[in-house]
């Protein structure tokens, strides 16, 4: 059984009216995604590939259900998403996570580091690292509960950082650093399956090398499974199991990384290979 299973998902916004004025018949919209189905298996990236505008990021946020759809089914590890209620929604959010393309906007500037890391465990009541259960709540200046600090330290360690960072804030650090935060942030609950949300974009290219090089390790160390959404196409090749392309809400070829990189069957497949210049890792 996949992971992920989505079936014939779609998304349509409306436009508003048209010049036709009030007619409702003439109102227009747009198809973020259109109809889309794949599997994502455990402990695989899909990378998932177009340009801006194409409709990944609505895929991903409809993936975990961060928006609801106007169509279509969601499955993970069999349960139906769409259907379930809002506490068996809360439990689940624990497997399934989310890593943002902009490292100065997804972080709190008012939280520290060490509060930006435990919010997940805060909110979701999670253990301690002794295994007692913890209390929600912050402390003015830190963490109340010794054991949540030490994962707070470990996940810091995990991500390439030093906890002498606990009490900075967001804008003390480069973009490659916050990321690592946000990458901290959404491992903190130990989840099955992340979202990176063309996580490298806003970086340097440098930057963003050493950011999908720390990806593909925690990957080994953690048996995470990605969907891993770019307008790179070196980049997902690199990082990727298999590959989907999507043009406009639809995907429009998939397959392993070296059949899409290799033996392309769709005109724009071989339009974003031709297009984009091979970028060492």
Do not use: C, W
Request: net charge neutral; charged share 25%.
């Amino acid at each position: 059984m996949p992971l992920l299973e989505i079936r014939n998902l779609t998304k349509i916004y409306p436009q508003g009216e048209s010049v036709l004025g009030g007619n409702s018949r003439g109102r227009s919209e747009v198809r973020a995604v259109d109809d889309v189905s794949l599997d994502i298996h455990a402990g695989e990236t899909l990378g998932l590939v177009g340009e801006s505008g194409s409709g990944k990021s609505t895929l991903g946020r409809l993936t975990l259900r961060l928006i609801e759809p106007t169509t279509g089914s969601i499955r993970f590890e069999g349960r139906d998403l769409l259907s379930a209620p809002r506490g068996e929604m809360r439990r689940l959010r624990r497997d399934m996570q989310i890593i943002f393309q902009d490292p100065f906007a997804s972080l709190d500037p008012r939280f520290r580091v060490e509060d930006i890391i435990a919010e997940p465990l805060i909110i979701h009541g999670s253990t301690t690292a002794e295994g007692a259960p913890s209390s929600p709540g912050f402390a003015k200046g830190g963490i109340t509960n010794p054991g949540r600090r030490a994962r707070v330290v470990e996940l810091l360690r995990a991500v390439g950082l030093d906890e002498s960072i606990l009490q900075r804030f967001p804008h003390e650090f480069s973009g490659g650093q916050r990321q690592r935060i946000g990458i901290a942030r959404a491992l903190a609950l130990r989840p099955k399956f992340i979202v990176a949300d063309e996580p490298v974009s806003a970086l340097d290219v440098s930057v963003g090398a050493q950011i999908v090089n720390l990806l593909a390790q925690l990957q080994r160390d953690f048996g995470l499974t990605y969907l891993f959404i770019s307008h790179s196409m070196p980049v997902v090749r690199y990082l990727s199991t298999r590959i989907a392309v999507m043009y406009r809400g639809q995907i429009v070829e998939m397959g392993s990384t070296e059949q899409i990189a290799e033996r392309p069957q769709h005109p724009y497949t071989r339009s974003l290979l031709e297009a984009t210049p091979e970028v060492a890792i």
